[in-house]
């Protein structure tokens, strides 16, 4: 189906649970880890372990800490310590890390287009070797990790340097992000337009602001940004949410 033409001059990404789906990563690590450290066996202890790693993980924002030590309070035989499991559980996160094939077709579509992109990630000096995992250094320059930028999002400084390293203004760019405080609100404050990927979730009642989009998947954004993916799938339907802070060029939503 025919596309619109391209409204943005560059994009930026979030990058855990936008450029590739963490959730579903989490998930094959914790399938792996019980069963091959854990070592179990049981149907109904396996459902009721994995259940509590993603209530304590709470999409990749809740401690990693806090989580080993209860699995070492849970299961005393596990060989080192706490501190010990969680520097492993960082490394072997990595191999559940991949590209997926619907961001893969995007990011080749917004080259053929000529339209430039960048990513912006909250995190530790780690998400380097995320970036890596993903071959986005191979695609993109425009790579900011907050730790070692000294900044992060929601703060305008991290936005407007990546902004700045693309050469486009604000105002020309699209966030995409899962967060909606700190990716979505954060990129209209910094004077861009924030399309969120809510990946079915709904949208916080506390939060006040809108994004201008929502895309449930990555392929969704194709439509959005007026391009056409190389491979299988279906451009999704665009959404354009009317928001009274769309014509301010300074909208403070902190």
Known sequence: MPVDPCPFRAVLFDLDNTLYDREAAFGRWADTYLRDTLRLTDPAETARVHALLRAMDANGYGSKAAIFERLHALYPTLPGVPARSVEVFFDEFLAHIMPEAETEALLDALAAAGLPFGVITNGSARQWRKIEN????????????????????????????????????????????????????????????????????????????????AVGSVSELAEVLGVQPFSHGTIGTRYALEADHAEEADYNIR
């Open 134 to 213: 993903l071959g986005l250094a191979r695609r993109t320059s425009c790579l900011f990790v907050s730790e070692t930028f000294g900044g992060k999002k929601p703060d305008r400084a991290i936005f407007h340097a990546a902004a700045a390293h693309l050469g486009v203004r604000p105002g020309d760019i699209l966030f995409v992000g899962d967060n909606p405080a700190v990716d979505v609100l954060g990129a209209q404050a910094a004077d861009m337009k924030a399309a969120w990927l809510h990946r079915g979730q709904p949208w916080p009642e506390e939060l006040a602001g809108r994004p201008d989009y």
